[in-house]
């Protein structure tokens, strides 16, 4: 079972999302490793999280031989994997590929690299000043609802925003954070794409949060085939710089309050 969800998805409704997960039982396992590894090349990390999920499906797997053998089952892993990348463009599994407005010489031009991947949705963009998650989570362990998880990704982050003075929150239909969300606002802005890819469960890719980002990489596609919406960062809308470790301290604890988390920092 592969769930593939995308930034473009259509939003559930928020209420009711955020009520405290349940008290965990004594084969679930809250805790969350979160490891940050600097910059660090897309196809590198693609590979990091797909070794990671593998070893979590085998445990599992694993787990209901045991438990069809009378045994008790063996905790399964959650993951945040916490990074930077290199210029480079990805493709999801439903996107089109005349949504990147460069070909190969124009890539090559700008520093780029370009993937098709195994989320769902379309195009979308990371570089420096971005901060991108890759949660790697049995959602076993917390709850088995991939549009509450997806909520979740987007609380924490407009959590975070808040802290930093920025007032962020949904669009009816797409998922994401934006600027200027509401209803009849006159410039909604994107601040954090999100796509993810769901497998028994267990969760990879992530969200994008762009900080310190160059937006003008914006400017080679049709980010989620969505043309008539802007693009913005935080360093555009605070008007400075804001350190990424800054805005990683603060998403990481939101993200582990909203799943009932404890943290272990690697």
Request: glycine residues 8%.
């Amino acid at each position: 079972m592969d769930t593939l969800l995308t930034s473009c998805s259509t939003s559930a409704p928020t209420s009711s999302v955020f009520s405290a997960t349940p008290t965990a039982t004594p084969h679930q396992n809250r805790a969350l490793h979160v490891r940050h590894l600097g910059v660090q090349p897309y196809e590198e990390a693609w590979a990091y999280q797909e070794s990671l999920l593998a070893d979590t499906l085998e445990r599992k797997k694993q787990n209901r031989d045991a438990i069809e053998r009378g045994e008790a089952p063996a905790p399964t892993p959650n993951y945040l994997l916490l990074c930077e990348h290199p210029h480079v463009y990805t493709l999801g599994k439903s996107g089109k590929p005349e949504h990147l407005l460069l070909d190969e010489a124009g890539l090559a031009h700008h520093g780029a690299t370009f993937h098709r991947i195994n989320r769902g949705g379309d195009i979308t963009y990371h570089g420096p000043g971005q901060l991108v998650g890759y949660p790697i989570l049995d959602l076993d362990n917390f709850f088995t609802d991939i549009h509450r998880y997806l909520r979740v990704l987007e609380e924490a982050v407009i959590l975070t925003l808040a802290d930093f003075g920025l007032s962020a929150g949904r669009i009816a239909g797409l998922t994401g954070v934006w600027l200027d969300w509401e209803e009849g606002a006159p410039n909604p802005r994107k601040i954090c794409a999100m796509g993810v890819k769901c497998s028994h469960w267990v969760t990879m890719h992530g969200f994008a949060l762009n900080v310190n980002t160059d937006l003008d990489y914006f400017g080679h596609i049709i980010p989620c085939g969505i043309d008539d919406k802007a693009v913005t960062s935080m360093e555009q809308e605070l008007g400075h710089d804001v350190p990424l470790a800054e805005v990683a301290d603060r998403l990481v604890p939101h993200l582990a309050t909203l799943l009932g988390a404890t943290l272990t920092q690697e």
